[in-house]
């Protein structure tokens, strides 16, 4: 039979086809190039992409009964057809064309079973799988011929054709140098598409690191010879290897976060991001958007999609400073992504998965917030794997040359002035303070001695340790003139006590408030003192 010429392959469109399969970086883009490029050929009813795609679940699979495990299915990923260039996806299944065949079933699963192109001359009988969409008439098929898409020895899917005449000897051949050329191009956009996730990633840790490095103003690596911090170097010796949920707790000031870095920098993701979030200074509104980004328009003020921590953390280490100061409503999405890796940029409905390391730490009794119901006993639970308690310094003073060293050679560099001496006079008056505010207290006051460095004299300003009278010789003789055995009655007690209160407001010039007030001096809240000045009718000191 002698065929019409607009019949006949055109192979200089072929190769513009082929020209421009190369310059994509897209699979999506790829695919709907290559589907819609020979649905356009005369002779061409249909065109199909199938790609090879791991399984999620083969419950609702209607070939679920031949398939034996372990399962490999083709999935539909692009067509078209000259009768309906772009039907959507509501369409084809309303066709009743499935969207994934298993590898070996049909003629399709054929193809990509044996490796080897495949021709049906005469489509008409209905044996032969899988049917036509409804809006391609049947009549006007007369072949099929199924090439597999191999890249290095391995089936990468199946490209298939469903012609309106019997296939020609060189058709053949050109349909299996287009899918060579199709799973090369497939390979190509694939390492692209890795190459740009890596790149976005890359953008996104930068983003966070950059703000590290300016809000970060932990000094250095852990100090001390204590057996306190001994026990807390054992420990991240112990952990930092693994990929173990951390909960780090211990006081404000302690360093909570040095330890979360050290286990951080002995770790296996130690060439990945640290990424770090503040539950305290988050609000309380922002809290899913900070953890799992949003989208353009997801809110007032969402201008621009944004990646959240989690996101920026990928393949890293998340650290969740404050971990207790999470609202009870955002501790349940907190737990889903611990549990199963798996959350929602807000206003998106596609599920995204992570693979995070967490690192927790708290200044609160966690064990007390659940028993108050502020804090979710299964979140405690999952954060709860490694408990690492950080001792407060008081509990550590032998560590106080060491750490006062270092702090002050610190702060001279940054001030650019001269190390003055730590004499022992320094040293005893340094040890003999309690430290409740521990080592963020100890550079704060050594700082500010540095900046009120006059003559390369130092001159600690310690809370109840600058002025001798601080604890009045009136009140201490009232105090000895009964005998130690002597009980007191609450009287002498209120007496003594407003003594105390008018000494310290005398010694702080009247001031309640702040470092150098007495609230601080006589370790109370000023709240607190505020109330017994009120109470008892103190006034003002002259």
């Known amino acids: 039979m002698r065929l019409p010429p607009d019949f006949m392959p055109d192979f200089g469109s072929l190769l513009l086809l082929l020209l421009d399969m190369a310059k994509e ?6 695919q709907n190039l290559l589907v819609g490029r020979l ?7 249909l065109a199909q992409l199938w790609l090879q795609r791991e399984v999620d679940t083969c419950r609702s699979c209607p070939f679920q009964s031949q398939c034996r495990p372990p399962c490999a299915c083709l999935h539909l990923m692009a067509w078209a057809s000259r009768y309906n260039p772009g039907p959507s996806a509501e369409a084809i299944r309303g066709s009743h064309v499935p969207e994934r065949i298993p590898r070996g079933v049909g003629t399709i699963g054929q193809v990509a079973h044996s490796k080897t192109q495949m021709k049906i001359a005469n489509f008409q009988d209905d044996r032969y799988f899988p049917p036509l969409p409804s809006f391609v008439p049947r009549r006007e098929v007369v072949s099929f011929l199924g090439t597999p898409l191999i890249k290095n020895d391995e089936v990468l899917g199946v490209l298939v054709t469903y012609v309106r005449m019997e296939p020609l000897p060189q058709g053949e051949v050109w349909s299996q140098v287009l899918a060579d050329f199709t799973a090369s191009a497939i390979a190509n956009t694939q390492a692209f598409e890795t190459i740009e996730t890596l790149r976005k990633q890359l953008e996104i840790e930068n983003e966070y690191l950059r703000k590290e490095v300016i809000e970060t103003s932990a000094f250095g690596d852990i100090i001390g010879q204590s057996a306190g911090v001994h026990a807390v170097i054992r420990s991240i010796n112990l952990v930092a290897p693994t990929d173990a949920t951390v909960l780090i707790q211990g006081e404000s000031g302690t360093g909570k976060e040095l330890v979360a870095r050290e286990i951080y920098r002995r770790s296996s993701r130690r060439d990945r991001a640290l990424i770090k979030i503040n539950c305290a200074s988050v609000p309380k509104e922002l809290f899913e958007s900070e953890f799992f980004g949003h989208t353009k328009g997801a809110f007032t003020g969402a201008i621009r999609d944004r990646a959240g921590r989690f996101e920026a953390a990928n393949h890293g280490t998340l650290f969740l400073d404050e971990v207790g100061e999470i609202p009870l409503e955002v501790q349940g999405k907190l737990l889903r992504v611990l549990q199963d890796g798996v959350y929602e940029r807000v206003g998106e409905e596609i599920s995204r998965r992570v693979d995070v390391r967490i690192i927790a730490a708290t200044n609160k009794d966690l064990h007390r917030e659940v028993e108050r119901g502020r804090f979710r006993e299964d979140l405690f639970y999952r954060l709860n794997v490694f408990p690492l308690e950080v001792p407060p310094l008081r509990d550590r003073k032998e560590d106080i040359p060491l750490l006062a060293d270092h702090c002050l050679k610190q702060s001279c560099t940054k001030m650019n002035r001269l190390v003055p001496a730590l004499v022992s006079r320094h040293l005893q008056a340094l040890n003999a303070y309690d430290w409740p505010g521990n080592v963020r207290e100890l550079q704060n006051i050594i700082e500010r001695a540095v900046i009120t460095l006059r003559g390369g004299r130092l001159q600690f300003d310690l809370p109840g340790h600058s002025k001798p009278q601080s604890f009045p010789k009136n009140a201490l003789r009232k105090t000895e003139a009964k005998p130690p055995d002597t009980v007191r009655t609450e009287a002498d007690m209120q007496a003594l006590m407003c003594e105390n209160i008018r000494t310290a ?16 001096l006589l370790r109370i809240k000023p709240t607190t003192l505020s109330a017994r000045i009120k109470k008892f009718g103190i006034g003002c000191p002259e």
Not at 25 to 30: D, F, H, K, P, Q
Not at 39 to 45: D, E
Not at 505 to 520: E, N, Q, S, V
């Open 505 to 520: 407001l005398r010694t702080c010039h009247g001031k309640i408030y702040g470092p150098d007030g007495a609230a601080r």
């Open 25 to 30: 970086r897209s699979l999506e883009s790829l």
């Open 39 to 45: 649905a356009q050929r005369p002779a061409i009813a």
